[in-house]
């Protein structure tokens, strides 16, 4: 099940240059958004703990992004 929002992710495709968008495509790409976001944020769990940190920072989450 997906987390994220349908109508947020139809915004974003519109925001791209789409004049339609079906529903499907909406939650195809909510699917792979939400794939990619956990583990950009496995990642940048992984980055605070060796930082000796329990706290994930803005600055983890972006380097977790390059790395992953």
């Known amino acids: 099940m ?3 929002p349908v ?3 139809d915004r974003v495709i519109r ?12 939650l195809a790409l909510a ?3 939400e794939e990619r ?3 950009i944020a496995a990642e940048a769990a992984k ?3 060796h930082a000796g940190r329990r706290t994930v920072r803005d ?4 380097l977790a992004a ?3």
């Open 7 to 9: 109508a947020a992710v």
């Open 31 to 33: 699917e792979v958004l």
């Open 2 to 4: 997906v987390e994220l």
């Open 66 to 68: 390059k790395r992953v």
């Open 15 to 26: 925001k791209s240059g789409a004049k339609r968008v079906s529903e499907g495509a909406a």
């Open 47 to 49: 980055l605070a703990e």
């Open 59 to 62: 600055v983890d989450i972006r």
């Open 37 to 39: 976001a956990l583990e």
